[in-house]
Antibody, heavy 115, light 112 residues
Framework: EVQLLESGGGLVQPGGSLRLSCAAS????????MNWVRQAPGKGLEWVSG????????YYADSVKGRFTISRDNSKNTVYLQMNSLRAEDTAEYFC????????WGQGTLVTVSS | DIVLTQTPLSLSVTPGQPASISCKSS???????????LYWYLQRPGQPPQLLIY???IRFSGVPDRFSGSGSGTDFTLRISRVEAGDVGVYYC?????????FGQGTKLEIK
């Protein structure tokens, strides 16, 4: 069964860091574009970052550029989102999603940035 | 960035009745490859979004044929022919033509 499982969320102080993981099962992650999408409490969806298959080119929303880094470990079939210099407005549920069409989603992991 | 505007933002529908959601884009979503990269998702309460429709009108695997998508260029519509209780949630359109991918504000569907 094709599945995505996010982990790594939690409570962090403003200015702190977290690394989210998205473990894939049932498919080879290296052959797909992978994305991170977030949803602030009670709000809509915001695409955050993507990494291509093959060469692993990375892309970011302006709101996180320079602070977040997406990466992929093919040996672990896992995608990561390293989040630095976190702000209160980064508080959200973070989902990973497969492919350009976002046709498979994980259940999400909650990140809360608060002092 | 491409802006997607959904209307209405909420609707209340009697089971068995149809429903329609509009999504208007700030620019054409037609790619030079001939495809139009407009998607529809449903997020049920407490769940991640799920893909319903891709490239305007193609139903994703397992999506009932009660759901249909139409439109071109900048104007798109999601229709549900007969609403069921399990259709409640928030519907989002998304454009995949250019980065950043952007979503509409969402349309909340509830059952009367």
């Amino acid at each position: 069964e094709v599945q995505l499982l996010e982990s790594g969320g939690g409570l962090v102080q403003p200015g702190g860091s977290l690394r989210l993981s998205c473990a894939a099962s049932g498919f080879n992650l290296r052959t797909y574009v992978m994305n991170w999408v977030r949803q602030a409490p009670g709000k809509g969806l915001e695409w955050v970052s993507g990494i291509t298959d093959g060469t692993g080119r990375t892309y970011y929303a302006d709101s996180v550029k320079g602070r977040f880094t997406i990466s992929r470990d093919n040996s672990k079939n896992t995608v990561y989102l390293q989040m630095n210099s976190l702000r209160a407005e980064d508080t959200a549920e973070y989902f990973c999603a497969r492919d350009k069409s976002l046709h498979i989603w994980g259940q999400g992991t909650l990140v809360t940035v608060s002092s | 960035d491409i802006v997607l505007t959904q209307t209405p933002l909420s609707l209340s529908v009697t089971p068995g009745q149809p429903a329609s959601i509009s999504c208007k884009s700030s620019q054409s979503l037609l790619h030079s490859d001939g495809k139009t990269y407009l998607y529809w998702y449903l997020q049920r309460p407490g769940q991640p979004p799920q893909l319903l429709i891709y490239e305007v009108s193609i139903r994703f695997s397992g999506v009932p044929d009660r759901f249909s998508g139409s439109g071109s260029g900048t104007d798109f519509t999601l229709r549900i022919s007969r609403v069921e209780a399990g259709d409640v949630g928030v519907y989002y359109c998304m454009q995949g033509l250019q980065l950043p991918k952007t979503f509409g504000q969402g349309t909340k569907l509830e059952i009367k």
